[in-house]
């Protein structure tokens, strides 16, 4: 009875003191996406019912959850029980944070290795949903099998389990940190422990990600667990190391760019895109020219709503070339201010963490969190943004909020349910 008191007194101040003004830019952001999707559907019947449901009632259902779950169960009150002082678990029984984690990596394995009698993917040029042996059978449908392996479909609802494992790995790994700041009064210290919190956090969704294979899932797993490590208070000793860790994907990068074209790691999925991305022609880099000529063909007043062109010819535009569609329709002078909105929706993410007043354990995680979620949309807003504009290789990470994608919407929101939430830690000041 103690808890469901407390966790209604604290809902009433989380609802009273969050910060619901947060909400109102990612709304924007997502009636955009909603008109890139509307106008980039084939045939001329619209489903209004489906975009109602997978663009508004489902989002907002995360939202809730997102925001009615409190911090402090991220932690406990699942199974009480305590093992000591191990990672997975803290002094109030196992990690909830864990619970997440290990569904994470059971996503994974489904999407990779499930039943491939029910396990189906919509192939556009076929008109129909199929299975793997179908298309291993019909032969040249190399990435309808590659996004199989990155899917699930569950009662006929494909989603992308990246999106969702993404999300619970950040939390996961925000309770780790927290628990070694805790052991550590506040302080990330050295010892086993830093080694430990990487391999332990990366290599099930990142092995499990390398196989299906979705390297830049992996990239971003691997960013957002630098980030989140980077931001903590540690000492210089420790701070150092971790930059100089930069210098391995620059020396990666330089390393592919200079291969042979006949060079056998060239033909790799994803290494491919890196090299061609330094030369001319190739795979990824057709889209990414589509995309700057189509931003180029919008010029500074664009050529109009519904006007575009880049939408109908090329593929994933409306997932991985959504910047460039509004570039194209609305011109320089609508996409800029976007554009500076989408910026100051990241600064008022991390403002919100930087912010949180740390006076106990639950106010530490949360503070975690919200660094997490800040790192996340910014990872999203500026490699979407990086690749249209052709400053980085072909990623397919889409724009949070407005890019088309049921999973990447309703996790958006998720995580805009838990910042508002967290938003009420600081409940002396106004919402």
């Keep these: 009875m103690n808890f469901l008191y ?67 169960l991220w932690r406990r009150y ?67 099998i590659v996004m199989l392996k990155r899917q699930l479909t569950i009662a006929g609802v494909s989603f992308q389990v990246g999106e969702i494992v993404k999300v619970f790995f950040m939390i996961f790994v925000a309770n780790l940190l927290t628990d070694m700041k805790a052991r550590g009064r506040g302080q990330i210290k050295f010892g086993g422990k830093f080694f430990i919190l990487p391999l332990l956090a990366i290599l099930p969704v990142g092995v499990l990600a390398f196989c299906m294979p979705n390297y830049s899932m992996v990239m971003i797993f691997v960013l957002i667990l630098f980030f989140m490590i980077l931001i903590q208070e540690m000492d210089l000793k420790l701070r150092l190391p971790l930059l100089a860790l930069v210098a391995l994907p620059i020396l990666a990068i330089s390393f592919i760019s200079e291969l042979d074209e006949e060079n056998p790691l060239v033909k790799k999925h994803g290494i491919n895109r890196v090299w061609h991305y330094f030369h001319e022609g190739g795979i990824g880099n057709e889209q990414q020219n589509e995309a700057l000529q189509a931003m180029a063909d919008g010029g500074i007043i664009g050529k109009g709503l519904d006007k575009g062109t880049i939408k109908l010819r090329l593929f ?116």
């Design 6 to 72: 407390d966790y209604f007194h604290n809902l009433l101040e989380r609802i009273k003191y969050g910060k619901w003004q947060l909400l109102l830019l990612p709304i924007l952001f997502s009636i955009i996406g909603i008109y890139i999707e509307i106008s980039t559907l084939n045939g001329t019947a619209i489903p209004f019912e489906n975009i109602a449901i997978k663009n508004a009632l489902v989002p907002l259902t995360f939202f809730v959850i997102g925001f009615f779950i409190s911090v402090s």
């Design 78 to 144: 699942i199974w009480r029980f305590s093992v000591g002082g191990s990672l997975l678990w803290n002094k109030d029984g196992f990690s909830f944070a864990f619970v997440l984690f290990a569904l994470a990596v059971l996503l994974q394995i489904s999407a990779i290795w499930v039943d491939a009698g029910w396990d189906r993917v919509y192939v556009s040029a076929l008109g129909k949903y199929c299975t793997e042996a179908e298309l291993k059978a019909l032969g040249g449908y190399k990435n309808e």
């Design 316 to 431: 994933g535009a409306r997932n991985d070339f959504a910047y460039s569609i509004l570039g194209e329709e609305l011109g320089m002078w609508l996409l800029l201010p976007i554009t500076i909105a989408m910026f100051g929706f990241l600064f008022s993410c991390f403002w919100i963490a930087a912010r949180l007043k740390i006076n106990n354990r639950d106010a530490m995680l949360a503070q975690n969190i919200a660094w997490g979620i800040a790192i996340i949309f910014a990872l999203n807003i500026l490699f979407h943004i990086g690749v249209n504009l052709r400053l980085l290789p072909n990623t397919g990470q889409p724009l949070s909020f407005v890019s088309s994608g049921g999973a990447n919407l309703t996790m958006n929101f998720f995580l805009m349910g838990m910042l508002v939430q967290i938003s009420s830690f600081n409940k002396g000041e106004p919402a």
